[in-house]
Nanobody, 111 residues
Framework: QVQLEESGGGWVQAGGSLKLACSASDSIFRRNSMGWYRQAPGKQRELVASLTSEGRKNYADSVKGRFTIAKTANGYTVFLQMNSLKPEDTGVYYC?????WGQGTQVAVSS
């Protein structure tokens, strides 16, 4: 069983930045793809960014050019750098790989 733990969420004004981290209990990100998801109040969970084990990155259109996904070489941590934040980026952010989900970290962006 792999444990995933998100951190780095918080409150920020529009235009600000946050850096989320997803820490795993083993080097699972070295050999598995992963994704950052978010769930806004009253909405379905959506994929924001993904990263394959080979390093290919994909982003939702709504965050392209503002968010960057990256991982550590040892495969224990994945980051999501979020710049130029907008109120619509508000939600709970989750990391996911294989069948494992973290508990989420709250991001709130005020206008």
């Amino acid at each position: 069983q792999v444990q995933l733990e998100e951190s780095g969420g918080g409150w920020v004004q529009a235009g600000g930045s946050l850096k989320l981290a997803c820490s795993a209990s083993d080097s699972i990100f070295r050999r598995n793809s992963m994704g950052w998801y978010r769930q806004a109040p009253g909405k379905q969970r959506e994929l924001v960014a993904s990263l394959t084990s080979e390093g290919r990155k994909n982003y939702a259109d709504s965050v392209k050019g503002r968010f960057t996904i990256a991982k550590t070489a040892n495969g224990y941590t994945v980051f999501l750098q979020m710049n130029s934040l907008k109120p619509e980026d508000t939600g709970v952010y989750y990391c996911h790989t294989r069948e494992f989900w973290g508990q989420g970290t709250q991001v709130a962006v005020s206008s």
